[in-house]
């Protein structure tokens, strides 16, 4: 069953974003470690940003981000972010994870509009989940013009677009694919947009993590995944 959602969303001008996939519960909070109901919350040693979170309720969070290579995005189309729920047992001293199959569909951004002061142009600024800053490979106007990142810079961190004349742009991040915002608001204003990861259900199917005092250890053929304990806190 496909459920359509609108999570934590504030948006002050509509916009084309394109929905992606959560998992099966009725209620969903995304990325919501440091409420009363979080028992721990793992980050990956060799990336934090990665990270399981553990609910009293028997249920966990997922967050699945690899780190930039700074590379041409759409050279990286597998290696998506993404979110997955589900269940968790412990037995003795392993863990064992298994995701939701069911999907939800839920918008992949969150836009906000300064509206109190026009400018001459709209500067876009994207964030992730974290509020960590995040920049665009490459972005494309409705008249066909294309700005690419170079390879000084690497990422475009903030696009200064003139929308009465632009109309709309299309961009693209790696882990997160495309993005098309095209508002119907006249003027040009801050605008701030917040990514999310798509939610990928079915991931685990009874994964087996080792519990060693204040890690876990996934071991995946010759390698081995490590997940520190952290200080839960709230993010998104």
């Known amino acids: 069953m496909i459920r359509i959602l609108f999570i934590g ?7 084309f974003v394109k ?8 209620s969903v909070t995304i990325i919501s470690y440091g409420e009363t109901d979080t028992l721990a919350v793992y980050a990956f040693k060799n990336n934090p940003q990665t990270r399981l979170i553990l609910r009293t309720d028997s249920t ?12 041409f995005v759409n050279d990286h189309i597998d290696e998506r972010f993404f979110i997955t729920t589900g269940r968790w047992q412990k037995h003795s001293n392993k ?21 109190s ?6 500067v876009i600024r994207f964030y992730n989940i974290y509020n960590d800053s995040v920049g665009a490979g490459w ?6 013009t294309t700005v690419i990142a170079g390879t000084r810079n690497r990422r475009l961190y ?18 997160y694919g495309k993005w098309e915002y095209c508002p119907n608001f006249k003027g040009n204003y801050d605008i701030t947009v917040k990514l999310r990861p798509a939610y990928k259900p079915g991931y685990f199917e009874k994964t087996k993590f080792l519990m060693k005092e204040d890690t876990l250890i996934q071991s995946k053929k ?10 839960p806190g709230r993010s998104g």
Request: one cysteine or more; aromatic letters at 14%.
């Open 139 to 144: 972005y494309t106007l409705a008249d066909g």
């Open 222 to 231: 010759k390698l081995k995944n490590v997940f520190i304990k952290v200080t």
């Open 158 to 175: 903030r696009l200064e677009i003139d929308f009465p004349k632009d109309k709309c742009v299309i961009t693209e991040f790696y882990g």
């Open 9 to 15: 969303i504030s948006i002050s001008a509509f916009a």
């Open 117 to 122: 002061r026009q400018k001459e142009v709209s």
């Open 60 to 71: 966990f969070e997922f967050i699945g981000m690899q780190k930039d290579p700074y590379l």
């Open 19 to 26: 929905p992606g996939i959560f998992g099966n519960k009725s």
């Open 95 to 115: 863990l064992f994870l298994t995701s939701y199959t069911d999907s939800i569909v839920y918008n992949l951004s969150e836009i906000k509009v300064d509206t």
